[in-house]
């Protein structure tokens, strides 16, 4: 009796452990060894060598993408916890019916295609976008404004419209959690509620913020098709580069390489708001 | 360019022939192909397995990777026909997946307009490996209210005058094949080293005009229906034919430097099993009647019926396998960086 409980817990622990392997680990582990090896004349060596992140590192092109696009996703990561902490702290101060459904219509993005989501941005902000129409139509402009679309500040505003409930949702839940007498006991001291805002609310929910950051910075910086759609002829991002490399290329080593380096990126990132977690427990 | 006209073309058709069932009957059995949309439209199907007792199954694949990956898995033994297109058909032939055509048996071949009977892709050390059946190329598309009559160089698309309203396909092979055609380039196909950083120039210089660069057939359309656009690098005739159903005024120019085309052929797999069927098939299709029914369905030029397909095949400059995809990819990427 004993030992089929055994069997069937040990087949459990097989499953729950096997399905991660399977489907995340290996994917990985394969990238990263095709990351080692090379291409010649069209056809793979599996050899090991490190020509790949050489090619990295020397070529001036994927390094000032990869700064670029660094630099593209913090922009956008800092105005996505700016304006996220905004909403939640708002939403958090109002009666609890009010609170949800602040808090869903933030949300109802979200239950909406991704691709959907872009082509509805383009749709705005187009030559013929509703936002020129309006514009013309009210006489403020004759022409279309064709700043709006197809450039590096579409790429971030269209970032902010994606990303946005990925910071207020988990700000939102961390400040929810903060034991309302803490702000009582803040008032009954004398407290002005900027001071509670300050010396409670902040710090406590700063793991929030920590998760929200890094859920804004790993997901813009994944992000290739946005920057395709809306960025124009800026729109050529790191994953783009990556990307590149698994088409007419066919260089699939060096494109696992710059998978590796994008892969390193988002963990040095969660490595970053770890970090950033503790210091901010450890207080 | 090859996986959207297939797309289009797919919903344009609206129907697929899958396995025939039919009583195994008259000749021999079944014959199998692996092709693209439009190449295997059911009413002639069911023609062919009238006249001929044979019965059709037909595979279509989404890009010529795919197709190399399928032969390959079986060494051709799945498939009896393929339909390869010029600038893959070196690699069918090296890597022995199709095999050379018995002339003897493939009568039909004096169908083929004089052109296409000339066509030497598919010949390789004087041994011909497939015969045209469709084409098709990647001209200008542009708006006829400013354009009253066609541009006649593709240098209208570097012109200020047009800054903003101008947009090109993001794809490394066909654009380093515009900058060749650009540049005058004996041959867009065989790149010298040299001639690289030309190209890329010229293309970075074209950047500059740009609106934007579109990914896909139906992007492109798309792109140009939504912003005030007047010039395009196309996918395609059916890019134009598709602005013209949504309403857009727009014509299709092939500009006096030449354009790319694309030329596919009907090759005899290495693993055929049922080579008298394949024939058969050959020998049937390429028929006037049913070319010129292909170009009124799919849009696709025919090999064997010039009737409603365009005058400027003369001009199209046949795509070949480029010399170094790489380092094409390279330097695309160096004119997407905007790093010039």
């Known amino acids: 009796m004993d030992d089929r409980r055994d069997l069937w817990r040990m087949g459990w622990a097989a499953f729950c452990l096997g399905l991660p392997f399977l489907f995340v680990l290996a994917p990985i582990g394969t990238f990263i060894l095709y990351s080692f090896w090379h291409n010649e004349s069209g056809a793979l060596v599996r050899e090991f060598t490190l020509e790949n992140y050489r090619a990295f590192f020397a070529d001036p092109v994927f ?16 105005v996505n916890l700016v304006a996220g902490y905004g909403i939640a702290l708002f939403a ?56 709006f679309i197809f450039s590096q500040s579409a790429i971030f505003l269209t970032f902010i419209v994606l990303y946005l409930p990925f910071a207020i949702l988990p700000i939102y839940l961390s400040i929810e959690r903060i034991p309302e007498n803490l702000g009582t006991a803040s008032a009954d001291l004398g407290g002005s509620q900027m001071d509670e805002i300050r010396h409670i609310i902040l710090p406590l929910s700063l793991p929030g913020v920590v998760v929200a950051a890094l859920f804004n910075f790993v997901m813009t910086f994944g992000d290739f098709v946005t920057p395709t759609m809306v960025g124009g002829t800026e729109g050529f991002t790191f994953g783009r580069i990556v990307f590149s490399q698994f088409g007419v290329a066919l260089n699939w080593p060096l494109g696992a390489a710059l998978a590796v380096i994008l892969l390193a990126t988002s963990v040095l990132a969660v490595g970053v708001a770890g970090l950033a977690m503790r210091w901010s427990t450890a207080r | 360019m090859a996986l959207t006209r297939r797309g289009m073309a797919g919903m344009i058709a609206g129907a697929m022939v899958t396995a025939t069932l039919r009583p195994a009957f008259a000749a021999g059995g079944e014959v199998r192909m692996l092709i693209w949309d439009g190449y295997a439209d059911p009413e002639w199907v069911a023609d062919f397995e009238k006249q001929t007792g044979y019965t059709v199954r037909a595979t279509y694949a989404t890009s010529a990777d795919e197709q190399i990956a399928k032969m390959k898995a079986s060494g051709g033994k799945d498939y009896d026909i ?104 004996d041959d867009p196909f065989n790149v010298k080293p040299d001639e690289f950083p030309l190209i890329r120039t010229k293309l970075a210089e074209l950047r500059g005009n740009l609106l934007t660069y579109f990914a896909g057939f139906d992007e492109g359309t798309t792109l140009f229906a939504e912003n005030n656009v007047v010039l395009m690098f196309s996918m395609g005739e059916l890019s134009a034919i598709a602005l013209q159903k949504k309403g857009f005024d727009v014509g299709y120019a092939i500009p006096d430097e030449g354009a790319l085309g694309w030329m596919d052929s009907l090759t005899l797999s290495a693993g055929a099993t049922n080579v008298d069927g394949a024939y058969a098939w050959m020998n049937f299709l390429l028929q006037a009647k049913y070319g010129a029914d292909m170009t009124k369905k799919f849009g696709y030029g025919s090999t064997t019926s010039a009737e409603g397909a365009p005058d400027y095949t003369s001009r199209l400059k046949w795509a070949k396998p480029p010399e170094d995809l790489a380092m094409r990819q390279t330097v695309w990427n160096e004119v997407r960086s905007g790093a010039n």
């Open chain 2, 82 to 185: 393929v339909a390869v297109d010029s600038a893959s058909i070196k690699t069918f032939v090296d890597q022995k997946l199709i095999t050379p055509l018995d002339m003897a048996r493939l009568s039909s071949f004096d169908n083929l307009l004089p052109d296409f009977k000339n066509f030497q892709g598919p010949i390789f050390g004087g041994v011909r490996y497939g015969v045209p059946l469709a084409w098709g190329s990647l001209g200008l598309v542009y708006d006829k209210a400013t354009f009253p009559e066609p541009p006649k160089s593709w240098a209208v698309m570097w012109d200020p005058k047009y800054k903003g309203r101008v947009i090109s396909q993001d794809d490394a092979n066909n654009n380093i094949n515009l900058g060749a055609i650009m540049l005058g380039l």
């Open chain 1, 92 to 147: 958090s101060r109002r009666p609890p019916r009010l609170r949800f459904a602040l808090i869903l219509m933030f949300m109802l993005p979200l239950f909406t295609s991704y691709i959907i989501k872009v082509y509805a941005v383009r749709g705005i902000l187009g030559h013929r976008g509703v936002l020129n129409e309006l514009l013309i139509a009210s006489g403020l402009i004759s022409e279309p404004i064709t700043a």
């Open chain 1, 63 to 78: 390094r000032s993408i990869y700064l670029q696009t660094v630099a593209l996703c913090l922009g956008a990561t800092i």
